[in-house]
């Protein structure tokens, strides 16, 4: 069995006074009531999203420059600050403790540091929506790898974080590196900066990285439930392992689009 870490274990980790003034246990009451919102902002991004397009159908696509660049600025700088601030906690526990708590302990959820951020995730799963916005008003066209990830992680974080499951750590902080190097990478594109190609393959390949340790995570927490030490749901890991395997297969064949199969056409012409 492992022990559950107290704040003892983490008293020399610095907080700022927000993070330590922040009700987790409100936040996760509050959620455990209204998680289910998430399905009503689920429809409604669909049904803007779709009826968007059509609207935008006969008119001309707008530029919509400095708000894009502003947009995914910030973002950028809420996923670099996030990914710093639980990357900080997750290698203290790492270091410490191990690997396995690393995944099967709850105290990310409730943690000096971390307990704001995990809050802070899963509230920016539905503002992040509006990415499609862009999409849909500059008449670009729209992925299913888009909306279908977007609606999925908001379901899915909303989902968790009411009950604390295991591996949410690993979860959250993954995916704000991601979305650090990933929202960088737009608000340079927005700017107008010239990127290089090997930094967009970077990033999608971090994106297939992060779906196969989600894969592994899930598993792990799946066979340590078993022994008592992770606390979560067969559900709630069914729907994980679904989720992340969907995501590494269309992840894997929008590479395998956009870079190899380029490549490969380019060096026949």
Excluded at 255 to 260: A, C, D, H, N
Aim: net charge positive; aromatic share 18%.
């Amino acid at each position: 069995m492992l022990k559950i870490l107290n704040d003892s274990d983490l008293h020399h980790l610095s907080e700022y006074s927000f993070e330590r003034r922040f009700d987790e246990r409100g936040a996760i009451e509050w959620m455990q009531e209204n998680w289910w919102h998430s399905f009503v902002f689920s429809v409604l991004y669909a049904a803007l999203v779709f009826g968007g397009q059509h609207y935008m159908k006969a008119r001309p696509k707008l530029d919509l420059r400095l708000p894009l660049v502003i947009w995914s600025l910030s973002l950028a700088l809420f996923s670099i600050i996030g990914a710093v601030r639980t990357g900080s906690y997750m290698l203290h526990i790492l270091s410490s403790s191990g690997f396995r708590r690393s995944i099967c302990d709850q105290s990310f959820y409730n943690g000096p540091v971390s307990k704001f951020w995990a809050y802070a995730f899963v509230l920016s799963k539905a503002p992040e929506l509006g990415d499609t916005a862009f999409v849909v008003l500059r008449k670009q066209k729209l992925l299913f790898l888009h909306w279908y990830h977007h609606i999925t992680v908001l379901l899915y974080s909303w989902y968790s974080y009411k009950d604390m499951v295991a591996g949410g750590g690993w979860f959250m902080t993954m995916n704000y590196t991601v979305h650090a190097l990933m929202y960088s990478y737009y608000a340079a594109r927005a700017a107008g900066l010239r990127v290089p190609r090997p930094f967009a393959v970077v990033i999608t390949s971090a994106q297939i990285a992060q779906m196969v340790m989600g894969v592994t995570v899930s598993s792990l927490v799946y066979r340590w439930m078993q022994q008592g030490d992770c606390p979560s749901r067969v559900d709630n890991i069914t729907w994980a392992t679904l989720m992340y395997l969907s995501y590494l297969l269309l992840f894997s064949n929008f590479f395998y689009q956009s870079y190899l199969r380029q490549n490969s056409k380019a060096k026949t012409q």
